[in-house]
């Protein structure tokens, strides 16, 4: 039961038209004149914004359906032919991608809109809202793809525009570093799950190498195969999402603009691992011991985010870690087999974390590229709409309920009791009472107590209106998204995982009403004690904390990245220096010289018979037409 | 009798191989090969003669344009090759010296 719908393929055609019209734009302009910020604010904003009204329509179309058969499908053209692989660039739309389709493009434009205010007097204002549209293109192919291939062209494509968009400010070496980082962690993933599409491929490719042929055959896959082809697509996941032991480059990130950042960690990029893994869910779901893994090493990274996350001091690397944990959850969630919780907690943290990096973006604009929390205070009546805005989005990752956070984050600890996870659980509900406590620190340390640097506050205002517009519709969304996955024991219908359930292979764990409770009272219970503690410490004030011991520890984030410098990237420079000064000099280029020399020794030894004058070329004619007329009269018997 | 004749046209075509090796200057060389080019066509003509054929004829009518075009040419250079050093001597035109 399939449709054909050839309005998908505009919807990752239109943000990529917009970056290619937008590149040439400003190619053609950077030397002359220069085009208007508002044409460019309107090139860049029409391709997110008809993507998004698309996705909507093609949301209605699949609702028209009955549930069993919402697969719309379009073949835009063949891409390659090998052998018996035929591969063509295909959408599908069914339940899960429309689900990210309409957060992606409905996120994507607010930021885009955001951005006007924010980079506005920026250099290349064009060349940002280029690569910008370019990303939100890619992610949309990664959706949108109806195979793991066509999804592979978007995985890349992501990648690049992260790398360019995180050293966008490319003056500072610091900030390409970061790019360089997120760069090749990502592609340290990618081998991963480039190595887990041709296992897959190997296994049960032949009959087709769509979600659909795949989920049909994926019985056939036999199980240790099946394990190995989840667990290296798991390391594609934790690249791209940023888990242990890849998380390293997301917390360097922050080195872009703030809305990259949102970008970033909201809409784009990062949830591509879980989308990914919820989208071979019919693999998983027979690979019982790979999503363990999966679960334990999303618990671990949502510990280590939190751990991270409150010993920081940049109010956008507090954002960064908990968007690590975060994401640590989604992982769990896909992990113990919730997967619709996984994908909702995807979705509601969309919304309150590109709210909580705008309204960090907006604060930071005010205090003229101010970062570190120290220096803030007090802001709560110099920017009303960020505060409000931001607490919203702080009461939703702290999961107080009834935002949005709270349900998604609740649903992914439910499942996990109920599954016999108790382990996760436990952590899981740790990581909650953490992730109250530093999200409040950053409330109230940035905009309650007093000023703590008089000057900037003095100067700080209100962001324009074309800034705190999103923020107050993201605002809306972190406030209300919880509701559309209601559980049972609220009065709801659980709406987005019934919606989900044709494009996933779950069972929902039916536990009963006291482990429901549990679940929520453990949550309620860890968000209470958090904000308390938050409260205690920061409320009035406070001063710049000196870190000693653990914290010291914890604020140099365990010392994992001089870890891996030490470890990896020291003995691969050492490495590459040892072959470039012995292996390429003689083992690589000496055969080549020796070749070379011996071409010059002959063309010296050959020199001397070239004397330049005619007679003598005469004789050698004369000569060689005499052993030439000898040779032939002989071979012909003459 | 058809011996003498390619005899006569070795002997000749021999004297001209020995002038374009042996003398120094370019007209005398350029002399030289148009009487090789005289002595093949006398191969030519006696080669028709004994078979009979009108083949060798045309050929040597051929060989007669392309010489008189060669002529021209040539001497066009050998002009131009005075014009460059003043002088005719081979020796000095040796720029292709290894």
């Not at chain 1, 549990?518 to 001063?543: K, P, Q």
Request: aromatic letters at 12%.
């Amino acid at each position: 039961m399939e449709g054909n719908l050839s309005t998908l393929g505009y919807i990752p055609l239109l943000p990529l038209a917009g970056a290619l019209v937008l590149g040439l734009m400003h190619l053609a302009t950077c030397r002359g004149r220069r085009i208007s910020e508002r044409i460019y604010a309107l090139v860049g904003c029409i391709g997110p914004i008809l993507s998004f009204l698309l996705a909507v329509n093609v949301f209605f179309a699949l609702q028209a359906l009955p549930a069993q058969s919402r697969f719309l499908s379009h073949q835009a053209f063949t891409w390659f032919s090998v052998g018996e692989l035929t591969v063509s660039m295909g959408f599908l739309a069914d339940p899960l991608s429309v689900l990210m389709l309409l957060f992606v493009t409905f996120v994507g434009s607010l930021i885009h809109v955001y951005s006007i205010g924010y980079m506005a007097g920026d250099p290349a204002f064009g060349k940002f809202f280029s690569y910008l549209n370019l990303f939100l293109g890619s992610m949309l192919i990664l959706v949108l793809g109806d195979g793991p291939l066509v999804m592979f062209v978007g995985w890349e494509g992501v990648g690049l525009c992260s790398y360019l968009l995180i050293s966008y400010y490319s003056e500072d070496r610091g900030n390409v570093v970061a790019g360089n980082k997120a760069f090749i962690v990502n592609r340290i993933g990618d081998f991963g799950f480039v190595l887990g599409m041709a296992f897959l491929f190997w296994g049960i490719g032949a009959e087709g190498f769509d979600y659909l042929s795949l989920k049909a055959n994926a019985h056939l896959l036999a199980p240790t195969l099946g394990i190995t082809v989840c667990l290296l697509l798991f390391i594609g996941a934790t690249g791209k999402s940023a888990q242990i032991p890849l998380y390293v480059w997301l917390p360097d990130a922050m080195a872009g603009p703030t809305p990259v950042s949102a970008l970033i960690h909201a809409a784009t990029m990062v949830t591509a691992g879980v989308y990914m893994v919820a989208r071979f869910s019919f693999l998983y779901a027979q690979a019982e011991v790979a999503g363990l893994v999966v679960a334990w090493i999303g618990i671990m990274t949502a510990l280590l985010g939190a751990i991270f996350g409150m010993f920081q001091n940049d109010i956008k690397k507090i954002l960064a870690y908990s968007t690590v944990s975060q994401l640590g959850y989604m992982f769990a969630g896909v992990g113990v087999a919730a997967y619709s919780a996984g994908i909702f907690h995807v979705f509601t943290h969309a919304f309150f974390k590109a709210l909580l990096f705008l309204g960090a973006g907006s604060v930071i604009l005010a205090l003229h590229h101010r970062q570190d929390i120290w220096q803030m205070g007090g802001l709560k009546n110099k920017l009303p709409i960020t505060y409000w805005t931001m607490l919203v989005g702080a009461l939703a990752l702290a999961g107080c309920p009834p935002f949005a956070g709270f349900f998604s984050k609740d649903e992914i600890l439910y499942s996990a009791l109920a599954g016999g996870h108790t382990g996760i659980w436990a952590i899981g509900v740790l990581v909650a009472g953490m992730t109250a406590y530093y999200s409040f620190r950053l409330i109230f340390v940035v905009f309650h107590g007093q000023p703590r640097d008089r000057e900037a506050y003095d100067h700080a205002h209100e962001s324009p209106k074309v800034m705190t517009l999103p923020l107050i519709v993201l605002a809306v969304g972190a406030l209300f998204a919880g509701f559309l996955n209601l559980p049972a024991i609220f009065g709801g219908h659980l709406q987005v995982s019934h919606w989900l359930a044709p494009s996933l292979t779950e069972v929902h764990p039916h536990g009963s009403i006291a482990t429901e409770v549990l679940a929520i009272g453990g949550s309620v219970l860890a968000f209470v004690i958090g904000i308390s503690i938050a409260y205690r410490r920061f409320a009035t004030g406070g001063e710049q904390p000196v870190f000693t011991g653990f914290r010291k520890f914890a604020h140099h984030k365990f010392y994992v990245d001089e870890l891996y410098d030490t470890v990896l990237v020291r003995p691969y420079r050492f490495l590459g220096q040892a072959v470039e000064r012995v292996v390429e000099p003689f083992v690589t280029d000496g055969p080549v010289r020796a070749v070379a020399w011996l071409y010059r020794m002959a063309g010296l030894a050959f020199k001397v018979i070239q004397v330049g004058y005619v007679r003598v070329y005469a004789i050698y004619m004369v000569i060689g037409l005499s052993v030439m007329s000898l040779v032939l009269s002989q071979s012909l018997n003459f | 009798m058809i011996e003498h004749y390619l005899s006569l046209s070795i002997l000749l075509f021999c004297l001209g191989v020995l002038g374009v090796i042996s003398r120094r200057n370019v007209f005398v060389v350029f002399m030289s090969i148009e009487l090789m080019l005289n002595a093949a066509n006398l191969g030519f003509v006696t080669v028709a003669r004994l078979h009979q054929s009108m083949d060798g004829h045309v050929l040597a009518l051929m060989v007669m344009a392309v010489a008189a075009a060669e002529a021209a040419l040539a001497l066009a250079v050998v002009i131009l090759l005075h014009k460059h050093k003043g002088n005719l001597d081979t020796n000095i035109f040796s720029l292709l010296k290894g």
